[in-house]
């Protein structure tokens, strides 16, 4: 997928967005290694046996000699993914991956929206009334830059775990005031991020908090209510393609409103036009 055509977001928020992007098209190549395999394997028999049919020299009088079998079996392994079983786990952890890119991202963006707010509306971050004490020597270790690097401050300071939804979007709405995000995507993004913790931490075995968490996500696109505790969650690819689908689209919907918030703020109470907002 890529970056829907009608954002309109500042570039700093544009070059997370496409940063995390590019990681989870990694994560694609990831998911279809298989079929990049016995297609490239594929088309090179079929040339092989091609060239075996026509060649005038060797003159081969007998199908037996032809690697026709061995295409025949390629194909099938390849439409009907015979082989999976043998690799499956795998998708799993692209999920996890897929995950970790995302929690990358999503604190990415939250450090790039306080940093644009310090620059073009320093009222909005005024009105979380949040009270945050800084030492000399914190302050001289970011060069008295506290602006720049403010968010991330913010995030050791504050503990926010952005691996927990509610925590993430707690501080988008604490500190930059956007919030009322899309049910599916976050819900979405919830099944991933249980996902991977019972992955990661239990051997994708499902427990009580994995049935509590989900059930509390009922607009998921992707279903799981078939598994018990006890039971070992598989992901197939398909699942794992629209949870990444989720992630990115719910980046782009927090990206945009932190951009409308910043801008309508700036346009409202900073001297200087939200124009000239980097």
């Known amino acids: 997928m890529t970056l829907s055509d009608d954002l309109h977001i500042t570039a700093p928020f544009v070059e997370e967005l496409q940063q995390h992007e590019r990681n989870q098209e990694e994560v694609r190549h990831l998911l279809s290694f298989d079929d990049i395999i016995l297609g490239y394997c594929i088309t090179a028999i079929e040339g092989l046996d091609e060239r075996l049919r ?25 439409e009907h993914g015979s082989l999976r079983i043998r690799y499956e786990n795998m998708y799993n952890q692209c999920l996890v991956l897929s995950v970790s890119y995302f929690v990358s991202g999503f604190e990415a963006l939250f450090v790039q929206g306080v940093s644009q707010a310090c620059c073009c509306c320093p009222d909005l971050l005024v ?106 969650i598989q992901f197939t690819p398909d699942e794992v393609t629209r949870l990444q689908e989720s992630m990115s689209h719910l980046l782009e919907e927090v990206a945009t409103a932190m951009n409308e918030k910043i801008l309508a703020t700036a346009n409202t109470t900073s001297k200087a036009p939200a124009a000239e907002c980097p």
């Open 54 to 78: 026509n060649n005038e020299e060797i003159k081969l009088t007998s199908a037996y000699h032809l690697p026709t079998a061995t295409l025949n079996a390629l194909r099938n392994i390849r």
């Open 127 to 232: 009105a979380t009334k949040e009270d945050l004490k800084f030492s000399i020597s914190e302050l001289r270790a970011c060069d008295f830059q506290l602006g720049e690097h403010l968010g991330k401050m913010i995030v050791q300071k504050k503990d926010i775990n952005f691996q927990n939804m509610q925590a993430g979007l707690k501080a988008f709405k604490d500190f930059l005031g956007v919030d009322g995000f899309s049910d599916p995507l976050v819900h979405d993004v919830i099944l991933a991020l249980a996902g991977r913790h019972i992955i990661v931490h239990n051997l994708a075995r499902v427990d009580d908090r994995f049935l509590a968490l989900v059930k509390h996500a009922p607009a998921r696109t992707v279903h799981v209510e078939a598994y018990q505790v006890g039971d070992q």
